[in-house]
């Protein structure tokens, strides 16, 4: 079992920034690939970036440029740098993380980020 903590979240002006971590405990031996999801009110949870065990990223394009995924494997946590905030970013995070295949196996309980314009 995996226990996913994010922090980070917050209020902030469009075209600020802020920096999401998420906290790893229990079995994290193993090598996990990290997600950071979000979910808008009344809208389906959407991924937002994603960093394997080695370092490899993914991206939404709806972010690509603006916001980064990075860890710390030492640490066990995980970062989401979003630069150039929208109103339209604004959502509950969540962080994910999955041993192999599609689906993320171990899910966090979220942070709010809110944008204001």
């Known amino acids: 079992q995996v226990h996913l903590v994010e922090s980070g979240g917050g209020l902030v002006q469009a075209g600020g920034s802020l920096r999401l971590s998420c906290a790893a405990s229990?079995?994290?031996?193993?090598?996990?690939?990290m997600g950071w999801f979000r979910q808008a009110p009344g809208k389906e949870r959407d991924f937002v970036a994603a960093?394997?065990?080695?370092?490899?990223?993914s991206y939404a394009d709806s972010v690509k440029g603006r916001f980064t995924i990075s860890r710390d494997n030492a640490k066990n946590t995980v970062y989401l740098q979003m630069n150039s905030l929208k109103p339209e970013d604004t959502a509950d995070y969540y962080c994910?993380?999955?041993?192999?295949?599609?689906?993320?196996?171990?899910w966090g309980q979220g942070t709010q980020v809110t944008v204001s314009s």
């Open positions: 229990g079995r994290t031996g193993s090598s996990y690939t």
């Open positions: 994910a993380a999955k041993v192999s295949g599609a689906a993320y196996d171990y």
């Open positions: 960093i394997s065990w080695s370092r490899s990223t």
